[in-house]
T-cell receptor, first 112, second 110 residues
Framework: EPEVTQTPSHQVTQMGQEVILRCVPISNHLYFYWYRQILGQKVEFLVS????????KSEIFDDQFSVERPDGSNFTLKIRSTKLEDSAMYFC??????????FGQGTRLTVV | QKEVEQNSGPLSVPEGAIASLNCTYS??????FFWYRQYSGKSPELIMFIYSNGDKEDGRFTAQLNKASQYVSLLIRDSQPSDSATYLC??????????FGKGTRLSVIA
């Protein structure tokens, strides 16, 4: 069964450092998303990506964040200068345009 | 601002009983409604989605949608301890990002 793959599963970083979270979406999907979930809180939308560009972003997705699809398979989320409040689970999801979105297993980001 | 409201729980039911999880939403333009299960520290796992008013059954799970009342529910029949998790209600408006509720924590007592 096709699945969305995220790496790493857990990332610990010092405040102010840059992190890159990686995702391999399902191969024939067209829409890609990043969500985050701070511990104990709801899943929040960050950004969506379609046709090699950002299609929508939330207020959370400020200038510290960027996304790329550097090749035909990977989809990355970069946080340029991490803050303590960026500590969360980050989920990548992909969507074919029909039916439901599929979520990856998530990356737990801990900023210390 | 699209809002999805869920009772945070915990909802405790005995093993074998029916668990009823409810969700209301604010945006009448919402088109698709999803129920995800999330175990602690894990990613959301899709259980069911529903587009049309009425009931949709899949095994032990039944989703119910009432667009006039802006209400979605999930029934879990013959609840098992392995069903203990947080259940997330989510919606979209046609290929838009999902908007999630905070989730209802379900505890099935053996």
């Amino acid at each position: 069964e096709p699945e969305v793959t995220q790496t790493p599963s857990h990332q610990v970083t010092q405040m102010g450092q840059e992190v890159i979270l990686r995702c391999v979406p399902i191969s024939n999907h067209l829409y890609f998303y990043w969500y985050r979930q701070i511990l104990g809180q709801k899943v929040e939308f960050l950004v969506s990506f379609y046709n090699n560009e950002i299609s929508e972003k939330s207020e959370i997705f400020d200038d510290q964040f960027s996304v790329e699809r550097p090749d035909g398979s990977n989809f990355t989320l970069k946080i340029r200068s991490t803050k303590l409040e960026d500590s969360a689970m980050y989920f990548c999801a992909s969507h074919s345009g029909v039916a439901e979105a599929f979520f990856g297993q998530g990356t737990r980001l801990t900023v210390v | 601002q699209k809002e999805v409201e869920q009772n945070s729980g915990p909802l405790s039911v005995p093993e074998g009983a029916i668990a009823s999880l409810n969700c209301t939403y604010s945006d009448r333009g919402s088109q698709s409604f999803f129920w995800y299960r999330q175990y602690s520290g894990k990613s959301p796992e899709l259980i069911m989605f529903i587009y049309s008013n009425g009931d949709k059954e899949d095994g032990r799970f039944t989703a119910q949608l009432n667009k006039a009342s802006q209400y979605v529910s999930l029934l879990i029949r013959d609840s098992q301890p392995s069903d203990s998790a947080t259940y997330l209600c989510a919606l979209d408006s046609g290929n838009t990002p999902l908007v999630f509720g905070k989730g209802t924590r379900l505890s099935v007592i053996a």
